[in-house]
């Protein structure tokens, strides 16, 4: 079946791949943009541990769509994405940073003697939630 493929198929089948994983990506980064909510939404320590451990076990997914989506990217159209994920490459550093700054805000938020406090590890989440999430935009836009 693959030898009767031609060149133009085999580009809008990977061009239908990476256009689903950037959308599931994208829908994956609402999560991440929830991550505001943790600061303003409540002040009860018992739901805002909820809402953590909800939006915590869904940021390594996010994580692992974007990898999955670079990766995709860069097996089926080598030179864009050499030109674009190039252009932008401070933008993707920065973008890593925040993905950092927030597995590290989901770790260590309850643990015990944290010398940050609770407190600090759920503004860095705030952070994350709102820089991540633009920066992720700019980065996008940059395709364009």
């Known amino acids: 079946m693959l030898g009767s493929l ?3 198929t085999l580009q809008q089948l990977w061009w239908f791949i990476v256009s689903l994983v950037g959308s599931l990506f994208v829908f994956l980064t609402f999560v991440q943009g929830g991550q505001t909510l943790v600061l303003t939404l409540t002040s009860d320590e018992d739901e805002k541990t909820l809402i953590v451990n909800s939006l915590g076990r869904k940021w ?5 769509t974007l990898v999955l989506f670079g990766g995709a990217f ?3 159209f080598p030179l864009f994405y050499a030109s ?3 252009g932008a ?4 550093i920065a973008i890593l940073f925040t993905f950092i ?6 770790e260590y938020r309850r643990k015990p003697n944290n010398f940050l406090g609770q ?3 759920e503004v860095f989440m705030f952070i994350n939630g ?4 633009l920066l992720i935009g700019a980065a996008v836009g940059t395709f364009f």
């Open 84 to 86: 674009s994920f190039g």
């Open 6 to 8: 031609d060149w133009s």
């Open 119 to 121: 407190r600090t590890y």
């Open 74 to 76: 860069y097996a089926s």
């Open 89 to 92: 490459y401070w933008v993707w």
């Open 60 to 64: 390594e997914l996010t994580f692992t």
């Open 101 to 106: 700054v927030q597995a590290v805000s989901y």
């Open 130 to 133: 709102v820089v991540g999430v």
